[in-house]
Nanobody
Framework: QLQLVESGGGLVQPGGSLRLSCTSS????????IGWFRQAPGKERERVSC????????NYADSVKGRFTISRDNAKNAVYLQMNSLEPRDTAIYYC????????????????WGKGTRVTVTS
């Protein structure tokens, strides 16, 4: 069974950068499109980015476009989310996720979630 693990969160000042990582056990990430989601207390969960298994297609929420970059390195079995120019509104728990038939359409079932990594942006 696929298990996802996020890492790289932390406390940063506005304008700072973090790189989040998503890796897996039970199966290789190379077979899957991977989405990054975030959720802050009292707010709806938001998909911030997604990358196809081939890396040919990437998607970004308007709220992060131009600041975040998603990528993957199959040799390291990892998907990354590079976050630059961080703002307090980016504060949330960030999750990576995928599904048996997940292709970044925004409408597909999500079967697997990591436990999340916390990002806090404050001065």
């Amino acid at each position: 069974q696929l298990q996802l693990v996020e890492s790289g969160g932390g406390l940063v000042q506005p304008g700072g950068s973090l790189r989040l990582s998503c890796t897996s056990s039970g199966d290789t990430l190379a077979y899957y499109a991977i989405g990054w989601f975030r959720q802050a207390p009292g707010k709806e969960r938001e998909r911030v980015s997604c990358i196809a298994s081939s890396s040919a297609t990437t998607n970004y929420a308007d709220s992060v476009k131009g600041r975040f970059t998603i990528s993957r390195d199959n040799a390291k079995n990892a998907v990354y989310l590079q976050m630059n120019s961080l703002e307090p509104r980016d504060t949330a728990i960030y999750y990576c996720a995928t599904g048996v038939e997940y292709y970044c359409s925004g409408a597909e079932r999500i079967d697997y979630w990591g436990k999340g990594t916390r990002v806090t942006v404050t001065s």
